[in-house]
């Protein structure tokens, strides 16, 4: 069972958009829908942001978007503002009541 | 308010033995699932495993199967963490969870604020 693979960083201005991406294999990101996404700010407790792939929790940003193909799930923000600055975190269900993150994203808002 | 809150900082010696807490409030705690989650200094995160405090059914990442235990007390609404003998390298912040919303293997909506253990001679 390997992490997801996820870029270390990525980087954009405010009011651009980024968007990181995610890959697994079929047997967790492409085998379910069940892809989420956590925000870090330095400090503190991971917060949900996109569960279900692409869904989104009451209270979170619109400018915060999943999407998945494949092997592959990604994360849009849009809009970036200074406050986005976190490192981002995907997860995947690898069936057997198991599940797996990724290495996680550091995002910095130049 | 649904919440988890976990216990305080820890400093053990390599192969002391640890047992870390999680108490849930505002919530039916028995009938959602607690896990918990490591992260390593600068590293991120990694899922431990997770229990449902009702009948005590317990999952296990394969990575941590047989390095913790994880274990529940639903009459104090409390579930735990623990090592028989810790190593250096079980240094890190560890976080309590539950999928309380979507329930198991949901998404983590609910986090603790989290416990550092630090292991060193």
């Known amino acids: 069972q390997s992490a997801l693979t996820q870029p270390a960083s990525v980087s954009g201005s405010p009011g651009q958009s980024i968007t990181i991406s995610c890959t697994g294999t079929?047997?967790?990101?492409?085998?379910?829908?069940?892809v989420s996404w956590y925000q870090q700010h330095p400090g503190k407790a991971p917060k949900v942001i996109i569960y279900?792939?692409?869904k989104r929790p009451s209270g979170v940003s619109v400018r915060f978007s999943g999407s998945k193909s494949g092997n592959t799930a990604s994360l849009t923000i849009s809009g970036l503002q200074a406050e986005d600055e976190a490192d981002y975190h995907c997860?995947?269900?690898?069936?057997?009541?198991?599940?797996?993150f990724g290495g996680g994203t550091k995002l910095t808002v130049l | 308010e649904v919440q988890l809150v976990q216990s305080g900082a820890e400093m053990k010696k390599p192969g002391e033995s640890l047992k870390i807490s999680c108490q849930g409030s505002?919530?039916?705690?028995?009938?959602?699932?607690v896990g918990w989650v490591r992260q390593m200094p600068g590293k991120g995160l990694e899922w431990m495993g997770i229990?449902?405090?009702?009948?005590?059914?317990?999952r296990y990442s394969p990575s941590f199967q047989g390095q913790v235990t994880i274990s529940v007390d639903k009459s104090i609404t409390t579930a735990y963490l623990q090592w028989s003998s810790l190593k250096a390298s079980d240094t890190a912040m560890y976080y309590c969870?539950?999928?309380?919303?979507?329930?198991?293997?949901?998404?983590?909506?609910?986090w603790g604020q989290g416990t550092m253990v630090t292991v060193s001679s």
């Open positions: 505002g919530y039916n705690f028995p009938s959602h699932w």
């Open positions: 279900e792939d692409t």
């Open positions: 969870v539950s999928p309380y919303t979507s329930s198991w293997p949901g998404a983590f909506d609910i």
């Open positions: 229990i449902y405090p009702a009948d005590s059914d317990t």
């Open positions: 997860c995947s269900y690898a069936g057997s009541d198991t599940l797996v």
């Open positions: 079929s047997s967790d990101v492409g085998g379910f829908n069940l």
